[in-house]
């Protein structure tokens, strides 16, 4: 009973403390660093030179790297050989702050609240800062309740993942046995749905290729060449059209997983992905559209030209160019996927195609849905939030997961702590302020379980 008595004491406060005005002003202070991945100039040191600090004063301690020219920082707090090893994850960076586009003339890099929507705005509140903070701030419950965390922590933040993530492979291959862990617990991505509790255990892996055809160089007038000259635009079409059929199914042999586990689907059944924006027509046959999403693979046409769109002329283009994009979850060989693109271009008589393919490339990886720390992870926040939380095999996007399920070896779970409207990679990045407390009290409560669990009762022992 003193056991729950305290764990409750704990969630509590980290409620307390994430509806505070200094939980505010803290996330301010993060947004207030414009550090766009993609500006060379962007604060990236500086601000993790502020994080350290605020962990610090709550007695982690805190040490730099730099891996191909982009700067990490690694917090610890080594509390006994006896627990069990912690890893977290988060990411400093954004993408541009897009300013002048954001509704109401809000700054990107301001922390601005829209208190009649319940609303909290700036660049990286969603797509990472506020995730952190909301984990940072959880710790500092636990460890107010408790004295200790119970377990021991680090985490590493990059400043690189909206570019693909350099040096974070490099560095965690130098750090490995630094590094060594049970567990990632970390927060990236959305939930389901703005106030439902959601796991994630993995990421869809991404491979984007182009496709171009070229026939001649300069257009040919299409009436006095009309019929008698291949049309690259028509070909492209048809080839691109062979990747799937009309309903939107993936046809290419070898892009495609051979079952969905009976985990994976139980733990997808009912639930309705993307915020309920889905086409029930379209993609694998026999599928829901929360299994096409997070349990199987899609490939889309991301952009596609020939001739010019603006000013047409009366003319047979000359070139057409497609790209391409694969994402696909783990059980597939992912090295052959180019392979496996150009084998199906040629048996459907597109040999001519010229197919490349442009990196980085994201590498699916996920923890089974069975595996025991997911079952730990699902008990814990569903103590807290009083129902059981939306379990994700994957997320339908992707994740430097693969870096710690593979590099380092560890099973993954993430806890995110936004939603699929919060408008990240766009003008208006948002997230609800309601979300805040709930989510820092659920990231307390299952910092304390982890805390008072052996590395054997994780399943990891
Ligand atoms: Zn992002």
Redesign the pocket.
């Known amino acids: 009973m003193l056991e729950n008595a305290a764990r409750d004491t704990a969630v509590n406060l980290a409620r307390e403390l994430a509806g505070d005005d200094g939980f505010r002003a803290a996330l301010a202070d993060l947004i207030a660093f414009p550090t766009d991945a993609s500006n060379p100039d962007a604060p990236l040191q500086d601000y993790l030179s502020h994080v350290a600090q605020g962990f610090a004063a709550m007695g982690f301690t805190t040490e730099g790297f730099r891996a191909d020219g982009h700067p990490f920082l690694l917090i610890s707090r080594i509390e006994g050989d006896d627990r069990p090893t912690i890893l977290g994850y988060a990411h400093g960076d954004t993408?541009p702050g897009m300013a002048g586009r954001w509704a109401e003339g809000r700054d990107p890099w301001v922390l601005s609240v829209d208190a009649t929507a319940g609303r909290w705005y700036g660049r990286g509140i969603a797509?990472n800062k506020g995730q952190m903070l909301v984990n940072m701030t959880a710790m500092q419950a636990v460890i107010a309740a408790r004295g200790s965390l119970g377990f021991n922590a680090h985490i590493l933040i990059e400043m690189g993942?909206?570019i693909g993530s350099p040096g974070l492979r490099k560095l965690c291959e130098k750090l490995k046995s630094r590094l060594k862990a049970d567990l990632l617990i970390a927060s990236d991505g959305p939930r389901i749905d703005a106030m439902t509790p959601t796991l994630f255990l993995g990421a869809r892996g991404g491979a984007s290729f182009r496709l171009t055809l070229r026939r001649r160089t300069g257009g040919r007038h299409s009436g006095n060449f009309g019929g008698a000259l291949k049309n690259p635009a028509l070909e492209l079409a048809h080839a691109l059209a062979s990747i799937t059929d009309v309903q939107g199914a993936l046809q290419v042999k070898g892009w495609l997983p051979e079952t969905i586990p009976d985990a994976a689907r139980n733990a997808l059944a009912g639930l309705t992905p993307a915020g309920g924006e889905v086409d029930a027509d379209w993609g694998a046959v026999g599928l829901t559209p929360a299994e096409r999403i997070h349990s199987w693979n899609s490939a889309e046409i991301l952009a596609f030209s020939a001739g010019d769109i603006a000013h047409p002329v009366n003319a047979i283009p000359d070139m057409a160019e497609a790209l391409v994009q694969l994402r696909y979850v783990p059980g597939i060989d992912d090295d052959d996927l180019g392979a496996a693109l150009r084998a199906h271009l040629d048996a459907h008589g597109h040999g001519d195609v010229i197919m490349t393919e442009l990196g980085p490339r994201f590498r699916a990886s996920a923890t089974p849905v069975d595996h025991p720390s997911v079952g730990f992870a699902a008990a814990s926040l569903a103590r807290t939030h009083g129902a059981p939380p939306v379990v994700l095999p994957s997320l339908g996007g992707s994740l430097p997961n693969d870096i710690f399920t593979e590099v380092l070896g560890i099973p993954t779970i993430w806890v995110p702590h936004s939603y699929p409207g919060c408008s990240?990679?766009a003008p208006d990045e948002h997230l609800p302020s309601a979300l805040f407390p709930q989510a820092t009290g659920l990231m307390a409560g299952l910092y304390w379980d982890l805390g008072t669990a052996s590395t054997s009762a994780l399943g990891l022992g």
């Open positions: 993408v797509d993942e909206e990240q990679h």
